[in-house]
């Protein structure tokens, strides 16, 4: 029945369940276009934002600087429908940019912007070769797309997103622990989320060369913001680990970090992340550490004050 809806520009590929990463790659892959814009399977796209994506391309599409097209986002909660419009994500200062992403309290719906397929494959091959693709991937997605470039933003409604298995804490964390159990790593490791999201992240601002370089000064302001950011959710957010046997080894490795005063040290971080990864699978803690210390040791920055 599907193989009857296609035509010009439409074509249905009929392939076997996959992953996320790998279901991304292979529909960039069929793509053609100089920009892209991926939709999930649960949300919609509005027929007039789509229709006005052609004529601001042929406008826009020559200037390096711009990364992506977005717009505003409705977003479906249980308790309402709430809009989404990332302020700042326009601007010509990447610092500017990252503030207006983070500072959007909202599930992730940056992600459905459309993309300068340039910019969303050499991310993602970047990504790739992370040596586990995890539920918080999708930020640091976003946030290598916008040091990448400006978004350019189109005045008016053009997403529609149904938060689905991601509206309550725990559903969100199940879904969470899915993607860290089928990367072979304990459920446990669930309590250092947003510790590892901040992590990844501020080194990649610091020292990644798969975006336009930027003034040192400039990359320490965003790696700062973003793990200051991520490093709020760690310590004062409530994360679950399902049962695992390893929960009061995660707690305590937890409350070493949350309680740690002065400054913390990329391979000290890195340095208690793989320790505790050690302690089920010493071949994925080695893999994870040799990966994050070859980024870090083309600098040898700190992160931020903790503040206490």
């Given at each position: 029945m599907l193989q009857h809806f296609q035509r010009e520009h439409c074509e249905i590929a009929l392939v076997a369940p996959c992953e996320p990463l790998e279901n991304y790659s292979g529909i960039l892959r069929l793509a053609r276009g100089e920009f892209i814009f991926c939709v999930a399977d649960d949300d919609q796209s509005l027929s007039r934002a789509i229709l006005a994506l052609?004529?601001?391309i042929a406008k826009i599409g020559h200037d390096a600087s711009v990364a992506a097209i977005t717009g505003t986002y409705a977003v479906e909660l249980q308790q309402g429908t709430a809009t989404v419009d990332y302020e700042g994500v326009d601007s010509e200062n990447p610092v500017t940019r990252v503030a207006g992403f983070l500072n959007c309290q909202v599930a992730n719906v940056l992600f459905y912007s459309v993309l300068r397929r340039a910019v969303a494959e050499r991310v993602l091959d970047f990504i790739?070769?992370?040596p586990f693709y995890l539920s918080f991937h999708d930020q640091i997605l976003c946030l290598l797309y916008l040091l990448s470039g400006k978004y350019v933003k189109l005045s008016r409604l053009f997403y529609i997103y149904d938060i689905g298995v991601w509206a309550?804490?725990?559903s969100a964390q199940k879904r969470d622990v899915d993607f860290y159990r089928a990367a072979g790593l304990d459920s446990a490791i669930n309590k250092l989320h947003w510790l590892l999201c901040g992590f990844e992240g501020a080194v990649l601002a610091l020292n990644s060369n798969i975006f336009p370089d930027f003034p040192v000064a400039q990359r320490q302001l965003i790696a700062d913001l973003w793990f200051s950011t991520m490093y709020a959710r760690f310590k004062h957010g409530s994360r679950l680990t399902f049962g695992s046997s390893l929960t009061d080894e995660a707690e305590k490795l937890c409350a070493k970090l949350r309680d740690a005063t002065g400054q913390l040290t990329f391979q000290k971080v890195l340095t208690d992340i793989c320790s505790f990864m050690?302690?089920?699978?010493?071949?994925k803690a080695q893999s994870y550490f040799d990966f994050w210390s070859a980024v870090i040791n083309k600098r040898q920055?700190?992160?931020?004050?903790?503040?206490t």
């Amino acid at each position: 029945m599907l193989q009857h809806f296609q035509r010009e520009h439409c074509e249905i590929a009929l392939v076997a369940p996959c992953e996320p990463l790998e279901n991304y790659s292979g529909i960039l892959r069929l793509a053609r276009g100089e920009f892209i814009f991926c939709v999930a399977d649960d949300d919609q796209s509005l027929s007039r934002a789509i229709l006005a994506l052609p004529e601001l391309i042929a406008k826009i599409g020559h200037d390096a600087s711009v990364a992506a097209i977005t717009g505003t986002y409705a977003v479906e909660l249980q308790q309402g429908t709430a809009t989404v419009d990332y302020e700042g994500v326009d601007s010509e200062n990447p610092v500017t940019r990252v503030a207006g992403f983070l500072n959007c309290q909202v599930a992730n719906v940056l992600f459905y912007s459309v993309l300068r397929r340039a910019v969303a494959e050499r991310v993602l091959d970047f990504i790739k070769t992370i040596p586990f693709y995890l539920s918080f991937h999708d930020q640091i997605l976003c946030l290598l797309y916008l040091l990448s470039g400006k978004y350019v933003k189109l005045s008016r409604l053009f997403y529609i997103y149904d938060i689905g298995v991601w509206a309550t804490s725990e559903s969100a964390q199940k879904r969470d622990v899915d993607f860290y159990r089928a990367a072979g790593l304990d459920s446990a490791i669930n309590k250092l989320h947003w510790l590892l999201c901040g992590f990844e992240g501020a080194v990649l601002a610091l020292n990644s060369n798969i975006f336009p370089d930027f003034p040192v000064a400039q990359r320490q302001l965003i790696a700062d913001l973003w793990f200051s950011t991520m490093y709020a959710r760690f310590k004062h957010g409530s994360r679950l680990t399902f049962g695992s046997s390893l929960t009061d080894e995660a707690e305590k490795l937890c409350a070493k970090l949350r309680d740690a005063t002065g400054q913390l040290t990329f391979q000290k971080v890195l340095t208690d992340i793989c320790s505790f990864m050690e302690i089920f699978c010493v071949s994925k803690a080695q893999s994870y550490f040799d990966f994050w210390s070859a980024v870090i040791n083309k600098r040898q920055p700190v992160l931020r004050q903790t503040g206490t």
